[in-house]
């Protein structure tokens, strides 16, 4: 590790997110594009410790614009090469562990520097891997920064001096925080350098060593900024990259020797993370730390007395960003019954504007491809389903004509609010549109799921925003905006319910799940 550089940082600040209006900027991201796609022949290893590994045969990451286009090559791990990672990872631990807290920050505020430095190339990764929008990748990287910048402010407090009430006995007291031990992190592919990045440097700056399992979908990505944090100094075994299938995850989650799991997906898979871990194995010393961030089945109210047309700018850049696939996405629009039909024309005439196509190509495009082909067949199915179950499509509906993995942006009305479109989480450019008789009415939908993660209102009325303060059920609610874009250190973001454990992450209590806290007491 390099020389601790001993000085004040500046009060935190969020990235700033890019439009890409200026020319230089469009220039300078369009050639990082074509750099990226130069290495799509680039071979990825795993890394256990000092050593990275090439197990043939290799896999290729395929790029959901165009599946004939690699966004590079990796190689697959064993539940043996995890074991293998876990013994690694907890060897280091002995001595990372005890690195002073002002070092393992320093790790983090050059990392932001290094990744600062290198937007385009990281976004290029994301536009190419995963199918980003231009300013969705953007917003990726300057929250990944932002994770990094927020998390090592927030070990230099952990990692001083702690309040505590003063002895009334003659002793010297004192209280501090010490890492778990060894963590699995389990990141998603949808937000793929943000998400991944925030799990990971939030356990290591704590003095946790990790082994990170990424998303099949979103491995290059993931590798790279392994690779960062290597070219940084970090100490062998303190990050270990093992990509891998289910079976891998699953012994990371099950091994006697890793102390948390840190996971962001699916409910279903959450909840079988959460019933793993709960079963101690022989070996084990400890109860399992789960920290799960599972999806959502957000709303976007509109009140009667609503300003329609920030609702509408609204419910399209909160359903169709990024294709829909955010835990955060706005899946239904509950709209009530006098401004429904004028609300509905907004809406259809935003969306109308939005571009659908190949973000390598262009920073024009806004509508992407969805991840894979998996997904492509599974969201053509929940329309037909919303169908059959008497929804009415009245835009999109349908694959677009291209050699990707497209959907058109959909809109379904007439939708049932127990049905499954306004039920279950579709993760894909669909909205349920959802007409409610009053506010009472739409409230009561709106709560209407076993899911608790995002949710806005618009209204005019102090008095139904209060309101919707006291009674709408989640854990980031969004008053006249938004209910996607949450801001590191500004909105702590992690849900209630089925949404998963309300870890809210780029929040002042986040990295407490990262740590024990130790209290000692000498008599004087």
Same mark, same amino acid.
């Given at each position: ?211 990170? *399992? ?82 959502? *089945? ?227």
């Amino acid at each position: 590790m390099a020389t601790v550089i001993e000085q004040a940082h500046p009060p935190f600040r969020n990235e700033a997110v890019r439009s890409f209006a200026d020319p230089q900027e469009r220039a300078a991201q369009a050639a990082a594009i074509e750099r990226f796609l130069s290495e799509s022949e680039r071979r990825y290893p795993i890394v256990i410790g000092a050593e990275r590994l090439t197990p043939e045969p290799a896999v290729a990451s395929l790029s959901p614009a165009d599946p004939s286009r690699h966004a590079g090559w990796y190689y697959e791990a064993t539940p043996q090469l995890a074991d293998r990672a876990v013994a690694e990872a907890e060897r280091a631990f002995s001595s990372w562990s005890r690195v002073p807290w002002r070092e393992r920050a320093d790790l983090l505020f050059r990392a932001a520097a290094a990744l600062r430095a290198r937007k385009d190339d990281f976004n290029a990764a994301m536009i190419v891997e995963v199918g980003k929008p231009w300013v969705e990748a953007d917003a990726d990287t300057a929250e990944a920064i932002d994770f990094l910048e927020f998390y090592a402010r927030e070990a230099l407090r952990l990692g001083g001096a702690q309040p505590i009430v003063p002895s009334p006995l003659p002793e010297e007291n004192w209280l501090e925080y010490i890492p778990l031990g060894v963590g699995a992190i389990l990141p998603p592919w949808n937000f793929p350098l943000a998400i991944m990045a925030g799990m990971t440097t939030a356990a290591i700056v704590t003095g946790n060593t990790v082994v990170l *399992k990424p998303s099949p979908d979103a491995t290059v990505i993931a590798a790279r900024f392994a690779d960062l944090l290597f070219e940084l100094g970090l100490t062998h075994g303190v990050v270990n990259f093992v990509p891998g299938g289910a079976e891998v995850g699953e012994r990371l989650v099950e091994h006697p020797r890793t102390r948390f799991v840190s996971f962001t997906g699916s409910m279903a898979v959450g909840l079988h993370i959460n019933a793993v871990a709960a079963k101690p194995r022989d070996g084990q010393l400890w109860i399992k730390r789960v920290v799960a961030e599972m999806g959502g *089945k957000d709303a976007v109210v509109v009140a009667a007395d609503a300003d329609l047309d920030a609702a509408a700018e609204a419910i399209v850049a909160s359903a169709f960003g990024f294709q829909g696939q955010k835990c955060s996405a706005a899946s239904r629009a509950i709209v009530e019954e006098p401004v429904y039909d004028a609300l509905k024309a907004k809406v259809l005439e935003r969306m109308a504007k939005l571009e659908l196509g190949d973000p390598a190509e262009s920073a024009s495009v806004s509508i992407g491809p969805v991840v894979n082909e998996r997904a492509y067949h599974r969201i053509q199915k929940a329309i037909a389903r919303g169908v059959e179950e008497g929804g009415h499509v009245i835009a999109g509906g349908k694959a677009a004509e291209r050699k990707g993995y497209f959907i058109q942006p959909t809109i379904v009305e007439n939708v049932a609010p127990e049905k499954t479109l306004a039920q279950e989480e579709i993760f894909g450019p669909v909205a349920a549109f959802i007409k409610a008789r009053d506010f009472d009415h739409a409230l009561e939908i709106a709560n209407g799921t076993k899911y608790g993660l995002t949710g806005a209102l618009f209204s005019s009325d102090p008095a139904k925003l209060q309101r919707a303060a006291r009674e709408f059920h989640v854990g980031n609610l969004y008053l006249n905006r938004k209910c996607t874009g949450a801001l590191v250190g500004v909105h702590p973001f992690g849900g209630f319910n089925m949404s998963g454990t309300d870890s809210k992450a780029g929040g002042h209590d986040y990295l407490l799940l990262f740590v024990q806290a130790k209290s000692v007491a000498r008599q004087r």
